[in-house]
Every structure is written in C-alpha cells, then in structure tokens.
C-alpha cells in the first residue's frame, strides 16, 4: 500500500487516464476526491473505487473556472482532514484543423482547461499541501507537448505549457517538500483519440507509429502517475515523464 | 513482490547506485547476479542481500564489463545457471575530473570503454539471452541503462564523462527501437548529485555541496536508494509502455 492515509485529488476523473489513476490510487490505500464536469462518469469512478472496498467522494468542478477549484480543493480538504496529492488531469481535444481555421473560441476553451486548470489546481492546491507538511503534485501534459503534430495547434502549446508551469511549480514549491512532475502520455486508448480512431486512413499508423507498434491503456499510465505520486519517486522533481511506448525515439 | 521469479543482473553492482539496486530488485524477489571487478566488494553486497528475510538471492560474477571474453563469460554463466534474463542493469561507471586541455587519451578511452562500451557489449551479449526467454514465454523484461544529469549537461572537468553519458542516453533510444519486437523495453534513468563513492571527494567539500543545495528545488543532494527506486520501476511491469525514456532523477536541478 504505497499511498496508505494519503488524500489525493483527481481532476478529469470521470474517464480515461484521470478514472483509471483515481481506482490505482484507491487501491495503494489514498482516498479520492474524483473531479470532473461528467456527473455520470464521476460517479462511476467513485462507485467501481467503492466497490473494491476504497474510499472516494465526487466532486463537480470545471478546472478553468477558479470559483469551482478553490472549492473542490475545500471539499477535499474537509471530507478527509488534509490533502497529499493532486493529480492536474482534465484535459481536451479540438477541431483537427489548421490554426488558420481554428476558432479563438475554440482556442481559449483548450488553453483554459489544458494550462489555466493545471495553474488554478496548483495555486488552490499548495497552501493545503504545505498545510499537510508536503505532498506530490502530477500534471498530464502529452508527448504532443514535446512533439508537434498538425492540426494540434492549440493542443501542442497547451500540454509544452503544462512541462514548464511543472518545473516553475517544482522549483516554488521545493523547499516545502512538495514534488511537481509531470507525464506525457502517448497515443492512449481514451476518449480524446476517438477522432483519430475514426479515420480509417490514418489510424492504423497512429496507432503504431512508436517503438512498441500499440497504443497503451489508462491503467498503464495509472502506473507511472502513481509511481511519480508516491515516495518511490522522494527525488524526482520538475521532471517530466514520457509514457509512450517508445513515441519519442524516432 | 514484482520481481519473484525474475533473474536480474546489475553491473556495478559492489557500491553505491550498483549495489542499492540489487538490494531493491532483491527485496522484491528478484535474483540478482552482481557483475563487478573485485569480488570481495561484490561479496559484500551479496552478504547483505542474503541476510535479508523473504528476498531474492544473489551471486556474484568477477568480470570486466570492458572486456568482451568475459562479458561473453558472463553471457554463459547465466544460460547454464538460470537458463534465462528478465532484467538488465547496466550501471558500471567511472568517471576523473581533468581540465580538458590535460585531459590524457588514455582517460578519454577508459571513460568511453566502462559508461558506454559497456553498455554496448553487455546489452549486445546478453540480449540473445532475454530474447530467448521472450520466445519461450511472455514476461516483463527490460533494460535500463544508468545514464546522468551530466549526459544534458557540462560539468566541471568532466567533458568525458558528459560526452559518455550523453551517448547512453542515445543510445537508449536505439535500443528501444531495436528490442521493442522482442517484447525487451530499454529506458535509463539520469541521475544527479547522489552520494556515492564516484561523488564522495566532491561531496566532502561543503562549499559545494551547500552550492548543490542552493540550486536543487528539494534543497538536497539524493540517496542511492532513491536511484534505485526509480530503476525499479522501470524495470517493473509497472512501466510496461514506457521505453526509450529516459528519467531524470535529480531533485530539480537541471530546471534553471
């Protein structure tokens, strides 16, 4: 049980990655504060967490809007008497156009969620941290945040945002003991690929284009985030892990 | 326990990084054979590793990790006693601090020969081994080379040791290309100011070591053990997606 008596938060935690860290840390002994605007698929995280006999609570929260993540970070804080980690996961896609026809509605959308959530968890998150005597903070940026790919205009400088908001809050937040890293995901089997998995043409080198030639799964990325979330990881900070089967080697 | 039942082997395994990773990979149930040049420190760790209750075993294999004869040797030893290689660890390491302009030719070789030759010949020789064992059944296997901070970055009066240390984390990548169709994922971990024996004379000096603190976010040089956690996991089939990776592990300092 490598993350017994800690409290975590999850953001994006009703699907993909953010559900299937939220059920990891659960099972390492953490309760879970599982964030998300889906209602539904929130819920359903907390009840498969209950099932396994762990201990999580829903809460509903924008990661763009201040208001909503001061309180999330409250709610936690209230519900299990301090907070150990947050995981900075909520995130989106967009259009797959070029940035010429990008809308700036559609813009501003995926840098508020993708950077301005990460900023907005870190800033509501430390002083609760600090309180907590330090803590580890994981923010999910993507192998698209260190390689360009077209279409992914607003996306790519999202998630290169988030690597360098990490090692900004890494190098803040040190000497309070609390650890800032980051993961970049390859191509991993959820929700935000749909689109691609759609196009019959391109697909099948998407989906093999890294050293191991197959997307990964949410638990699989699950792992790493616990990994950097726990102790294991006491001298690891502002580093950003890549999880992606190989995507960056060629 | 995520390595019962594996056979590991750690090179450099008599001290420092070498030696907490055989005793973490041990812990959790792994054989483990320490590969290094004096027996009797390889002994050392190996005693420690078996006074511990409810590990894996160790032995202990004399030989040159520059040196293809006995790399070769080695190769044979672990098909005839274990018929089998789950885990690499490619770790043996040196390193001087000469200014550039005295650096020798023959300090540029060795240092070259026991970072990355080494790498080359043991992964090369020992590769057939895991490959074969791959084909036989499905397990985790992995390599994971123990690159450094200084393969990113110049250090003072190590420009050997940086340019070595830089190819191991090139080299990382190629083998991850090379084995990911065997099912072998190779990442490397890089480390920073970690107190070992390679870092003991600077670590001695308080003025660096105080500047170390100054510019490391966790305000503190690391331990071994903190090394080998993290070799640990890469090695685990806990980071079964990841390979060509490499993870710095240095407590904030290459930020700034």
């Known amino acids: 049980m490598r993350l017994n008596g800690k409290a975590a938060i999850v953001t994006g935690g009703g699907s993909g990655i953010g559900r299937a860290t939220a059920v990891r840390f659960a099972e390492e002994g953490a309760k879970v504060a599982v964030s998300d605007i889906d209602e539904a698929g929130g819920e359903e995280t907390v009840r498969r967490i209950r ?19 001061k309180q999330l970070v409250q709610t936690a804080v209230e519900a299990f008497g301090g907070l150990h980690i947050l995981f900075n996961n909520a995130g989106i896609g967009h259009s797959e156009v070029r940035s010429t026809d990008l809308s700036e509605e559609e813009w501003d959308r995926v ?39 077209k279409y992914e205009s607003a996306y790519n400088a999202s998630k290169a945002g988030v690597i360098l908001l990490t090692k900004n809050a890494a190098l803040e937040y040190g000497k309070f003991n609390i650890r800032v890293n ?14 691609w998995k759609q196009d019959a043409r391109k697909w099948p080198i998407i989906s093999k284009a890294n050293a191991l030639g197959r997307i990964g799964t949410p638990e699989e990325v699950a792992n790493a985030v616990l990994f950097l979330a726990s102790d294991e990881a006491s001298f690891i900070t502002g580093a950003t892990l890549s999880v992606d089967g190989g995507g960056l080697t060629f | 326990m995520r390595f019962s039942n594996a056979v590991a082997v750690v090179t450099g395994g008599d001290s420092g990084i070498g ?3 055989a005793i973490r990979l041990a812990q959790e149930g792994a054989t483990v054979i320490l590969v290094g040049r004096t027996a009797a420190k390889l002994e050392t760790t190996a005693q420690t590793i078996e006074r511990m209750e409810g590990a894996g075993k160790a032995e202990v294999f004399v030989a040159d990790v520059t040196n293809r004869e006995q790399v070769k ?6 098909r005839r006693q274990h018929g089998d ?47 074969e064992g791959a084909k036989r059944e499905r397990a985790n296997r992995a390599v994971v080379n123990v690159a450094s901070l200084s393969g990113y970055q110049a250090g003072a009066h190590i420009p050997h040791y940086s340019a070595a240390k830089a190819g191991v984390i090139s080299l990382t990548k190629s083998l991850a290309l090379e084995l990911a169709p065997y099912g072998i994922r190779v990442n490397s971990v890089s480390p920073g100011f970690v107190e070992t024996p390679l870092t003991e004379r600077g670590l001695q000096n308080e003025r660096f070591v105080k500047a170390v603190e100054r510019n490391t976010a966790l ?21 079964s997606y990841m390979t060509g990776s490499d993870v710095l592990v240095d407590g904030g300092w290459l930020i700034t």
């Open chain 2, 219 to 239: 305000r503190r040089v690391g331990a071994p053990e903190e090394i080998a956690n993290v070799i640990a996991f890469l090695a685990s089939a806990e980071a």
């Open chain 1, 182 to 195: 980051a993961i970049a995901p390859g191509v991993i089997d959820t929700n935000i690929i749909t689109p």
């Open chain 1, 51 to 69: 099932e396994k006999g762990g201990e999580a609570i829903f809460v509903k929260a924008d990661v763009s809007d201040s208001g909503q993540v």
């Open chain 2, 73 to 78: 040797g080695l190769a044979d030893y672990v």
């Open chain 2, 85 to 131: 290689l789950h885990v690499l660890v490619n770790n043996a390491g040196i390193s001087t601090h000469t200014k550039w302009l005295e650096l020798t030719e023959q300090e540029w070789d060795d240092v070259q020969q026991v970072n990355m030759k080494s790498v080359f010949l043991v992964s090369q020789t020992l590769a057939p081994l895991m490959i």
């Open chain 1, 111 to 149: 840098i508020d969620v993708n950077l301005k959530g990460v900023f907005l968890g870190i800033k509501y998150a430390v002083p609760a941290l600090k309180e907590s005597g330090g803590g580890a903070i994981v923010n999910t940026s993507s192998l698209l945040g260190i390689k360009g790919k």
């Open chain 2, 19 to 21: 030696r907490a990773t």
